[in-house]
């Protein structure tokens, strides 16, 4: 589902000089449909690097990151866009959203982007945010004043709204309390069954142990000094 | 947006665009293709060519070369440069939308709030009063403007609500293409935000084209799929919103991002 080869990457800062770093040579992995692998290595071994890659709002300088049929490193912007619509999901880390609008709208949107009915759409963002522990009172505010615990579970029900083939999941469990980590572990492990191939980061070490079915360390992928 | 992708012909297409004044640049050689449902931001510096650029897009401005591709309902892709004036005028007020920064641009303020939406349906024909006030008011509230304004000047507004009935009024007709103008520029932080909300909501709900010129890179962020950057009257990169603005491979680019507190 997920296949990525020989890809490489750097980064060119006009600002300093024309300085360029490459952070990326030759990384090559696939993950399979109801597959879920880890992505590790030290802190700035090119983790979050590779995710965004393959989410598209990294560029890559040469080789391919095939998701379903589209290559992301070659593909146009719309292309990408359709992509992210129906085929591959992201939970980041970081909740982005428009403000005034209410949390069980904002975890209902990617369904309401691929057409699905306001009511049936809402209803499963109410069975996330309540499995997930968003007390009901919250849903008609907008998330942007939650705690950032609570703006994370928001970010995960969103993220796991519809059943995308293909996620990528940014530390997932991170700042969860058990009883979420435990649904959220929940959540992935559906997910998996169903057929989604994952790419997840994983801090938290019991968590990969349980939902990862193989880790990838990408210090193989770092370019090595010239 | 919901409709981005379903047709594989382009709604609008631009090759080659360029306006100067005398040896001024006011921008050179723009092109791009937008798609059925797409949003398109353009930013830059004061001076870039942001706004040359889109009052080109929409006939405000003639340019001195290129083609602007409309696909039209009637007659499938026409260079808009070479229709006829009158021809050019219909579209504006049927398919084509204009959003202006200052509301006064685009209202008529001695005119009611209701006679600023019917006015735009009776441009395309409508005669029925009831039914025009009918519509009026259906606009007003989706703009969330209660209804017992409809009947009040919009000099009587605040700045957000004048923005909003520009909405109403460009959008009543269901044009299929939106030009927008520093939507949200000149109003409060929690006025912008009602009005994005808006915005991202219609645009969904109407499977609309856009293309919005700012200079806040949070607002492309939340509202556009598509980035175009431009300095100096170039394009200097164009792309996906969020690899834009993550992954800017451009200098320019690189300082506008790394410009600004947060996006």
Same mark, same amino acid.
């Given at each position: 589902?997920?296949?990525?080869?020989?890809?490489?990457?750097?980064?060119?800062?006009?600002?300093?000089?024309?300085?360029?770093?490459?952070?990326?040579?030759?990384?090559?992995?696939?993950?399979?449909?109801?597959?879920?692998?880890?992505?590790?290595?030290?802190?700035? +071994?090119?983790?979050?690097?590779?995710?965004?890659?393959?989410?598209?709002?990294?560029?890559?300088?040469?080789?391919?990151?095939?998701?379903?049929?589209?290559?992301?490193?070659? +593909?146009?912007?719309?292309?990408?866009?359709?992509?992210?619509?129906?085929?591959?999901?992201?939970?980041?880390?970081?909740?982005? &959203?428009?403000?005034?609008?209410?949390?069980?709208?904002?975890? +209902?949107?990617?369904?309401?982007?691929?057409?699905?009915?306001?009511?049936?759409?809402?209803?499963? +963002?109410?069975?996330?945010?309540?499995?997930?522990?968003?007390?009901?009172?919250?849903?008609?505010?907008?998330?942007?004043?939650?705690?950032?615990?609570?703006?994370?579970?928001?970010?995960?029900?969103?993220?796991?709204?519809?059943?995308?083939?293909?996620?990528?999941?940014?530390?997932?469990?991170?700042?969860?309390?058990?009883?979420?980590?435990?649904?959220?572990?929940?959540?992935?492990?559906?997910?998996?069954?169903?057929?989604?191939?994952?790419?997840?980061?994983?801090?938290?070490?019991?968590?990969?142990?349980?939902?990862?079915?193989?880790?990838?360390? &990408?210090?193989?992928?770092?370019?090595?000094?010239? | 947006?919901?409709?981005?992708?379903?047709?594989?012909?382009? $709604?609008?297409?631009?090759?080659?665009?360029?306006?100067?004044?005398?040896?001024?640049?006011?921008?050179? #050689?723009?092109?791009?293709? $937008?798609?059925?449902?797409?949003?398109?931001?353009?930013?830059?510096?004061?001076?870039?060519?942001?706004?040359?650029?889109?009052?080109?897009?929409?006939?405000? $401005?003639?340019?001195?070369?290129?083609?602007?591709?409309?696909?039209?309902?009637?007659?499938?892709?026409? #260079?808009?440069?070479?229709?006829?004036?009158?021809?050019?005028?219909?579209?504006?007020?049927?398919?084509?939308?204009?959003?202006?920064?200052?509301?006064?641009?685009?209202?008529?303020?001695?005119?009611?709030?209701?006679?600023?939406?019917?006015?735009?349906?009776?441009?395309?024909?409508?005669?029925?009063?009831?039914?025009?006030?009918?519509?009026?008011?259906?606009?007003?509230?989706?703009?969330?403007?209660?209804?017992?304004?409809?009947? #009040?000047?919009?000099?009587?507004?605040?700045?957000?609500?004048?923005?909003?009935?520009?909405?109403?009024?460009?959008?009543?007709?269901?044009?299929?293409?939106?030009?927008?103008?520093?939507?949200?520029?000149?109003?409060?932080?929690?006025?912008?935000?009602?009005? $994005?909300?808006?915005?991202?909501?219609?645009?969904?709900?109407?499977?609309?084209?856009?293309?919005?010129?700012?200079?806040?890179?949070?607002?492309?962020?939340?509202?556009? #799929?598509?980035?175009?950057?431009?300095?100096?009257?170039?394009?200097?990169?164009?792309?996906?919103?969020?690899?834009?603005?993550?992954?800017?491979?451009?200098?320019?680019?690189?300082?506008?991002?790394?410009?600004?507190?947060?996006?």
């Amino acid at each position: 589902m997920i296949r990525v080869e020989n890809l490489h990457k750097s980064f060119t800062l006009h600002n300093q000089g024309g300085a360029v770093i490459p952070v990326m040579a030759g990384a090559s992995f696939s993950v399979a449909p109801g597959e879920c692998v880890a992505l590790i290595g030290s802190s700035g +071994a090119g983790k979050s690097t590779l995710m965004r890659m393959i989410w598209g709002n990294y560029l890559a300088a040469s080789g391919h990151i095939l998701v379903g049929d589209t290559d992301v490193a070659a +593909a146009e912007p719309r292309e990408i866009l359709v992509l992210r619509r129906a085929t591959l999901g992201y939970v980041s880390q970081f909740l982005r &959203v428009v403000p005034r609008v209410p949390t069980i709208d904002v975890v +209902a949107e990617p369904l309401r982007v691929l057409g699905v009915p306001a009511e049936l759409a809402r209803a499963r +963002a109410a069975d996330l945010l309540t499995r997930l522990r968003i007390p009901e009172r919250l849903w008609a505010l907008s998330p942007t004043t939650f705690s950032g615990g609570e703006q994370q579970r928001v970010n995960i029900a969103r993220g796991f709204a519809h059943a995308y083939p293909a996620m990528l999941l940014d530390e997932p469990t991170a700042s969860l309390d058990a009883a979420n980590r435990e649904t959220v572990l929940g959540l992935i492990e559906e997910a998996k069954a169903r057929g989604a191939a994952i790419v997840g980061i994983f801090h938290d070490e019991a968590a990969r142990a349980r939902v990862a079915d193989r880790e990838i360390d &990408v210090a193989a992928f770092t370019p090595r000094p010239a | 947006m919901m409709m981005a992708t379903g047709s594989a012909a382009p $709604l609008f297409s631009v090759r080659g665009l360029t306006k100067r004044y005398g040896a001024r640049i006011g921008c050179a #050689d723009v092109g791009f293709d $937008l798609f059925p449902g797409e949003v398109m931001g353009i930013v830059g510096e004061s001076g870039s060519g942001k706004s040359t650029l889109l009052n080109c897009l929409a006939g405000h $401005l003639v340019p001195d070369a290129g083609k602007v591709i409309f696909d039209t309902r009637t007659d499938g892709p026409r #260079d808009t440069l070479t229709m006829s004036e009158p021809e050019r005028r219909m579209l504006a007020r049927t398919d084509w939308a204009f959003v202006h920064q200052n509301p006064r641009d685009g209202l008529r303020m001695g005119v009611s709030a209701g006679g600023n939406v019917g006015e735009r349906l009776m441009a395309v024909g409508a005669r029925n009063y009831g039914a025009i006030r009918a519509t009026a008011l259906d606009w007003l509230g989706r703009v969330e403007i209660a209804a017992d304004r409809i009947d #009040d000047r919009p000099s009587g507004f605040s700045g957000g609500m004048q923005q909003r009935l520009q909405i109403a009024r460009n959008l009543v007709t269901g044009p299929r293409l939106v030009f927008m103008d520093e939507p949200t520029g000149g109003l409060d932080v929690s006025v912008q935000a009602r009005l $994005l909300d808006l915005l991202r909501g219609l645009v969904r709900e109407m499977g609309l084209s856009a293309i919005i010129v700012t200079h806040d890179l949070a607002v492309v962020r939340l509202l556009a #799929d598509r980035l175009m950057v431009m300095k100096g009257g170039h394009v200097v990169e164009q792309g996906l919103t969020d690899q834009v603005l993550d992954d800017p491979q451009h200098a320019y680019t690189q300082l506008l991002v790394s410009s600004v507190l947060q996006v």
